[in-house]
T-cell receptor, first 113, second 115 residues
Framework: KNQVEQSPQSLIILEGKNCTLQCNYTVSPFSNLRWYKQDTGRGPVSLTIMTFSENTKSNGRYTATLDADTKQSSLHITASQLSDSASYICVVSAKSNTGKLIFGQGTTLQVKP | NAGVTQTPKFRILKIGQSMTLQCAQDMNHNYMYWYRQDPGMGLKLIYYSVGAGITDKGEVPNGYNVSRSTTEDFPLRLELAAPSQTSVYFC??????????????FGPGTRLTVL
């Protein structure tokens, strides 16, 4: 069964600190993996996308890594800001002609001043 | 471009009532999706469409119906609302299902409560 598991479920850090969010997946055949950011009351917005051959991708202070062998990904946030408070969702797509995605349950990050 | 728009933003229904959640996109995307998001859970696919006139069931289609008469619009219909349908509903669209073109863009969501 295609699944995406994220950890931790929630995280509280102080402003300026770094943090790393984890994602494990069992999706086959694998197409790509995305990290989405979802602000409270808003729809998810794509942060990064990685295909099988890519093992790291950055978007400003966000850096995603992918280990396709162990089927693990991480999202590292550097020098956190209050605006980073959100839910971060790991999303994996399998190769198909439907575009269906498999969503993790998300990690809720709270950045405190 | 407005992107993906959804109406209404909030709605309260009584058990057994019906309603239609509206979704529109102005990016000329072929693929459109409806998801529901329950607290602490990942998004679950209700229905999707790969083009005008073509729709198919997702993971949790029971109690819902969709239509896709135009490329731009993808309404979701609840016929007999039940408390289990209390959720936040997101519409999304993508250009295609091909790698590099399959990023899904989400609307702002509709928060539905069934009492």
């Amino acid at each position: 069964k295609n699944q995406v598991e994220q950890s931790p479920q929630s995280l509280i850090i102080l402003e300026g600190k770094n943090c790393t969010l984890q994602c494990n997946y069992t999706v086959s055949p694998f197409s790509n993996l995305r990290w989405y950011k979802q602000d409270t009351g808003r729809g998810p917005v794509s942060l990064t996308i990685m295909t099988f051959s890519e093992n790291t991708k950055s978007n400003g202070r966000y850096t995603a890594t992918l280990d396709a062998d162990t089927k693990q990904s991480s999202l590292h946030i550097t020098a956190s800001q209050l605006s980073d408070s959100a839910s971060y969702i790991c999303v994996v797509s399998a190769k198909s002609n439907t575009g269906k995605l498999i969503f993790g349950q998300g990690t809720t990050l709270q950045v405190k001043p | 471009n407005a992107g993906v728009t959804q109406t209404p933003k909030f709605r309260i229904l009584k058990i057994g009532q019906s309603m239609t959640l509206q979704c529109a996109q102005d990016m000329n995307h072929n693929y459109m999706y409806w998801y529901r998001q329950d607290p602490g859970m990942g998004l679950k696919l209700i229905y999707y469409s790969v083009g005008a006139g073509i729709t198919d069931k997702g993971e949790v289609p029971n109690g819902y119906n969709v239509s896709r008469s135009t490329t731009e619009d993808f309404p979701l219909r609840l016929e007999l609302a039940a408390p289990s349908q209390t959720s936040v509903y997101f519409c999304a669209s993508s250009y295609s299902a091909l790698a590099g073109e399959d990023t899904q863009y989400f609307g702002p969501g509709t928060r539905l409560t069934v009492l």
